[in-house]
Nanobody, 119 residues
Framework: QVQLVESGGGLVQPGGALRLSCAASGSILSFLAMSMGWYRQAPGKERELVAELTSGGSPNYADSVKGRFAISRDNAKKTVYLQMNSLKPEDTAAYYC???????????WGQGTQVTVSS
């Protein structure tokens, strides 16, 4: 069982930046076996993909965040990051980290961290 713990959320003004972190439990091999992603869910809306990254592949971003957000992973630290720049009020949501093991078709979710963009 993999546990994911997010951190780094908070209140930021429009145009500001935040970096979210998601630390995974378990072994480095287990982390390497997972593609990692960030999702978000705003009140009254469905959860949506923000960005995802396999252990050796290229990142994939939602159109709404391209050019502003960047996902990265440090496999040695078993951590995935989401750097969010030029934040907008519409980026306000609970952000969730997801780990996916494709062979076993298993998904692991963190508890979420709130990001609020407001002046």
């Amino acid at each position: 069982q993999v546990q994911l713990v997010e951190s780094g959320g908070g209140l930021v003004q429009p145009g500001g930046a935040l970096r979210l972190s998601c630390a995974a439990s378990g072994s480095i091999l287990s982390f390497l076996a997972m593609s990692m992603g960030w999702y978000r869910q705003a009140p009254g809306k469905e959860r949506e993909l923000v960005a995802e990254l396999t252990s050796g592949g290229s990142p994939n971003y939602a159109d709404s965040v391209k050019g502003r957000f960047a996902i990265s992973r440090d496999n040695a630290k078993k951590t995935v990051y989401l750097q969010m720049n030029s934040l907008k009020p519409e980026d306000t949501a609970a952000y969730y980290c997801r780990g996916h093991k494709s062979r076993a078709d298993l998904n692991y979710w963190g508890q979420g961290t709130q990001v609020t963009v407001s002046s």
